[in-house]
């Protein structure tokens, strides 16, 4: 069993910076991909970034392109979501995902065999 823990969130005016991390604990993510995903209030969860299994390959919703990195250190078991200009349309619960399937990346939310609980961000206008 996996479990995934993310941190790093807050409350940031519009135009400032959060980043992200997931700690997986229970197996080593080094041969997973991993990915963001986020939910806002009354709407569906949405793909936010994927990353594969070395850190070669990374893909973004069109929505954060340019603004948000992943990245992983696989020796500490950790991703990370670098999130800069920052809208208030990024408000919302941001997850962290495992996938032991796939190792090139997705953006499928089903294709994810393990979830984080979350962590809020809130950008003010």
């Known amino acids: 069993q996996v479990q995934l823990v993310e941190s790093g969130g807050g409350l940031v005016q519009a135009g400032g910076s959060l980043r992200l991390s997931c700690v997986a604990s229970?197996?080593?993510?080094?041969?997973?991909?991993m990915g963001w995903f986020r939910q806002a209030p009354g709407k569906e969860r949405e793909f936010v970034a994927t990353i594969n299994w070395s850190g070669e390959y990374t893909y973004y919703a069109e929505s954060v392109k340019g603004r948000f990195t992943i990245s992983r250190d696989n020796a500490k078991n950790t991703v990370y979501l670098q999130m800069n200009s920052l809208k208030p349309e990024d408000t919302a619960v941001y997850y962290c995902?495992?996938?032991?399937?796939?190792?090139?990346?997705?953006?499928?939310?089903?294709?994810?065999?393990?979830w984080g609980q979350g962590t809020q961000v809130t950008v003010s206008s």
């Open positions: 995902a495992a996938s032991y399937r796939l190792v090139g990346g997705t953006g499928d939310a089903d294709s994810y065999d393990y």
């Open positions: 229970g197996h080593t993510i080094s041969s997973s991909t």
